[in-house]
C-alpha cells in the first residue's frame, strides 16, 4: 500500500516534495515488509483431516455405516458404526485407515 502511494506522491506532487514523499513512503513500504515478514515467519501451516478430529459435522448424506458430512463448508466421506440420520449433528472422532474418511458418532454419544 505504501509502495502505491510513493508512486502517486512521485507522480502528483511538485518538486522536490515528490522525491521526499516517495522516500518517506518507501520507507514505510520497507518497515511494513520487515513487520509482516517477522510476523508470519515459523508459522507451521494447519492443514489436512487430522485437524478435523473433535470438530463438530453436519451429516448430509445419511451414515449407515458409510455417508457425507459436511465440515467448515466442506463435503466429507465419513464412517458411523452405529449410523447417523441425515442434517444430524455428529463429531468428528478420528480417521479411517485411508486417512480420507472421517470415523463419526452422533453428538449426544461423543460427550
Sequence with gaps: ???IVGIVLLL???SPWNLVGCTCAFLLFLGELFFWNTRVRGKSKKVGAHNLV???ATVITACDPNGQVRVS???W???CPGGAD???TV???GLAIDRLTLLI???AEAR
Design 1 to 3: 500500500m505504501f509502495l
Design 12 to 14: 502528483l506532487l511538485p
Design 54 to 56: 473433535g470438530e463438530t
Design 73 to 75: 463448508g466442506e463435503i
Design 77 to 79: 466421506a465419513a464412517r
Design 86 to 88: 441425515e442434517g444430524e
Design 91 to 93: 463429531r468428528i472422532t
Design 105 to 107: 458418532e452422533p453428538e
